[in-house]
C-alpha cells in the first residue's frame, strides 16, 4: 500500500506539473518579469514548498533535527543532479551553453548561501544565538532577500534592453493574464498538496531500512522532496523555456536555505546547526561543489559534449555519487 500511495503521488505531480512550467512561462511573457526571475521565485518557491513542510514539520512535531537539515542539504544536491540528468537526455548543445548567464548570478548566491550554512555546522555551538536561534539563520534570510532583490533588478535590465525582442516572441496572446494566474495556483495547489505527503512515505520506507537519520533525509527525504523539480524543470525543458528550467532549479535552492533558517526559528531546543550531526557538512560542502561547477560552465558556455554527457552533467554526478558513498558510510 505504501508503494501504491508513493506512486499515486507521483502521478499528480507528474501531471500538474507539467501545467505548472506552462502557465509560469505564460505568466513571464504576460507580467514582462522574465524567465530567469519566474524561475528563481515563483516557481521555484512552489517546487520547494515540500521541503519547507518537511522541515518545520520534523523540528515542531517530530523532534528529528538531522531530518529537515538533510533534507535541506540533500535536495540541494538532488536539484543540481537533476539539471545534469536532463542535460544527457536533451541533444544539442549543453543547458550551460543556452541558458542565460543571469543565472550565474542565482548561483553565486547559491555557494554563498551554502558556505554561510556550512560554517554554522563545523562552527557548531560556537556561533553565538539570539535566544534559541542561531546568528547564522538570520543571515541566511537577509542574503535570501538580497538574492531575491537584486536578479530581479537584473532581469528588469536585461528586458528593457530587449523589449523590443520581447514583444515579438509573443506566445501566448491567446490567454489572458488571469486565466494564467488562476491555473498556475490550481496546479501549484494541487502539486504542493500531493508531494507533502511524499516525505511521509519516504519517512516509513526509510524506517523499514533502519538507516540513520542523516542519510534517511539527506537520500529519501530530499530524492521525494525534490520530485516536483524534477517534473517542473523537464516540462520547462520540453516547452523550450531553457532559463524557467534551469531558474527553477537554482532557485529552488535559494529558498531551501532560507527553509534552514525558518526551521531554525521552529526548533526551539537551541540553533539547529548546533544539534544535528556533523555528517552534514559533507552534504552541503558537495552541494556548494556542484553549485561551483554550474557556476564554471554558464561562464565558459562550452558547446561541446563527450558522448552524451557534458563536462558539468558528468562533475555534478560524481561529486554526488561520492558524496552519497561517504554518507552512507559514515552513517
Given at each position: ?102 543565472q ?13 550554512a ?80 511524499l ?44 532559463d ?68 558539468d ?15 552512507y558510510?559514515?552513517?
Amino acid at each position: 500500500m505504501i508503494w501504491l500511495q508513493f506512486f499515486l503521488c507521483a502521478a499528480v505531480i507528474v501531471y500538474s506539473g507539467t501545467r505548472l512550467s506552462k502557465y509560469g512561462d505564460i505568466i513571464a511573457e504576460k507580467s514582462g518579469l522574465g524567465r530567469t526571475w519566474i524561475g528563481v521565485l515563483l516557481m521555484a518557491s512552489v517546487t520547494s514548498l515540500p521541503e519547507l513542510v518537511t522541515g518545520i514539520t520534523s523540528v515542531a512535531v517530530y523532534d528529528v533535527p538531522d531530518i529537515a537539515a538533510g533534507d535541506v542539504f540533500g535536495s540541494c544536491m538532488f536539484n543540481l543532479l537533476i539539471l545534469g540528468i536532463l542535460d544527457v537526455k536533451r541533444n544539442g548543445a549543453p543547458l550551460s551553453a543556452l541558458a542565460h548567464q543571469g543565472q550565474i548570478l542565482t548561483a553565486a548566491f547559491g555557494i554563498l548561501l551554502l558556505g554561510t550554512a556550512t560554517i554554522g555546522i563545523l562552527a557548531g555551538d560556537s556561533i553565538p544565538a539570539v535566544g534559541w536561534i542561531g546568528l547564522y539563520s538570520p543571515v541566511l534570510l537577509l542574503i535570501y532577500v538580497i538574492a531575491m532583490r537584486l536578479v530581479f533588478s537584473y532581469e528588469h535590465r536585461r528586458i528593457a534592453e530587449f523589449l523590443k525582442d520581447v514583444l515579438e516572441q509573443a506566445e501566448y496572446e491567446h490567454v489572458s493574464k488571469a486565466a494564467a494566474y488562476r491555473r498556475f495556483s490550481l496546479h501549484a495547489a494541487i502539486i504542493v498538496a500531493a508531494a507533502t505527503y511524499l516525505p511521509h512515505v519516504g519517512e516509513e520506507l526509510a524506517r523499514i531500512t533502519g538507516l540513520g537519520g542523516t542519510f534517511v533525509g539527506s537520500v529519501f527525504i530530499a530524492l521525494s522532496t525534490s520530485l516536483p523539480e524534477v517534473v517542473v524543470s523537464g516540462a520547462a525543458l520540453r516547452m523550450g523555456a531553457v532559463d524557467l528550467a534551469v531558474g527553477n532549479i537554482l532557485g529552488s535552492n535559494l529558498f531551501n536555505l532560507g527553509i534552514l533558517a525558518l526551521d531554525d526559528i521552529f526548533y526551539l531546543k537551541g540553533p539547529i546547526l548546533g544539534q544535528i550531526s556533523g555528517s552534514h557538512a559533507v552534504t552541503a560542502a558537495a552541494a556548494m561543489m556542484m553549485t561551483a561547477i554550474i557556476t564554471i560552465a554558464l561562464v565558459y558556455r562550452s558547446p561541446k559534449r563527450i558522448f552524451f554527457f557534458s563536462w558539468d552533467s558528468m562533475g555534478t554526478a560524481l561529486i554526488f555519487g561520492l558524496a552519497s558513498l561517504l554518507l552512507y558510510t559514515t552513517r
